[in-house]
């Protein structure tokens, strides 16, 4: 039995910055996430204007997050009708960041211990912070080919899907918690353990989730609260086992999302959606993939 002090408990990466106490994607939510101690952000969420700027924004579109509408494809970042214009319709408002703008907060010297999840100073103080997140398959020969130095994760709600396309390519695999709360989601637990992938988890919200996420041994936890979580944390190392005993695990049985013929629909759902948008999965793209390697 491993005393509270000699445990190693999860990181905190904010998921989107503190996206429950700013707008989520904007730089007050990543300064809130750093501020609250957290050792990395998640935001594998950039787009590209028509005017080839690179912006961090989650939707293909603005119209759930901010006071404009149309696809970030077709709009421009500058000019009188320019994104640069756009606000966060949550409070406090917001402007939308540029990838630009991110890394020179995440290149200021007081945050270059925070990782990052989408010159020399570049190669040695920025890229081995980046974590390049896929969804398909088909990206992971161009990841290779043009970002090289970036460590590459697999972000999904399928084990199958990561087993049969991303296992040989990712060293991080970051998956949703209802599907690692199933009985597969277990075995794919352990599979990453003994191979020594990483595991991350999101998006980790209430306190008995984080507390479970623990017990499983994962590598990181993604949250909305990354206070919640840190604070936490820090109980966890002063009294492990009183802490612990305060987080039932009865959930994992009386909530439906957790079980297993429900994540197999939603998974299925998710590789059709997946197919629908960047192609389907082919044996010449896994073919393709390995020459690259």
Request: net charge negative; hydrophobic share 40%; proline share 4%.
């Amino acid at each position: 039995m491993h005393s509270s002090s000699e445990r190693v408990l999860p990181d905190c990466w904010g998921h989107r910055g503190a996206s429950a106490a700013f707008p989520e994607n904007t730089l007050a939510s990543f300064e809130a996430a750093i501020r609250d101690g957290a050792e990395g952000i998640e935001s594998a969420d950039v787009h590209v204007s028509s005017d080839d700027v690179v912006i961090m924004f989650h939707d293909p579109d603005l119209s759930r997050t901010t006071d404009s509408t149309g696809a970030i494809k077709d709009r421009t970042w500058y000019g009188e009708n320019g994104m640069e214009h756009v606000r966060t319709v949550k409070e406090p408002k917001q402007a939308i960041p540029t990838f630009a703008e991110t890394i020179t907060l995440l290149m200021q010297p007081e945050n270059q211990h925070v990782k990052f999840n989408v010159d020399s100073d570049w190669e040695t103080k920025l890229a081995p912070r980046l974590v390049l997140g896929l969804w398909h398959p088909s990206f992971i020969a161009a990841a290779k080919e043009s970002l090289p130095y970036l460590t590459r994760s697999f972000i999904g709600i399928s084990p199958s899907l990561a087993r049969t396309y991303f296992w040989d390519h990712c060293d991080f695999f970051s998956m949703s918690f209802a599907v690692l709360a199933t009985s597969d989601g277990e075995k794919f637990r352990k599979e990453c353990q003994d191979a020594g992938k990483k595991l991350m988890v999101w998006t980790v919200n209430k306190p008995e989730h984080m507390m479970e996420a623990v017990r499983w041994g994962v590598d990181c936890i993604l949250t909305d609260v990354t206070r919640t979580w840190l604070d936490m944390r820090s109980a966890l190392y002063a009294d492990y086992e009183k802490t612990g005993l305060q987080y039932s695990r009865i959930f994992l049985w009386t909530t439906l999302d957790y079980w297993t013929p429900i994540q197999m629909l939603r998974q299925t759902a998710h590789v059709k959606r997946l197919q629908s948008i960047a192609g389907p999965f082919t044996t010449a793209a896994t073919v393709t993939v390995s020459a690259a390697a």
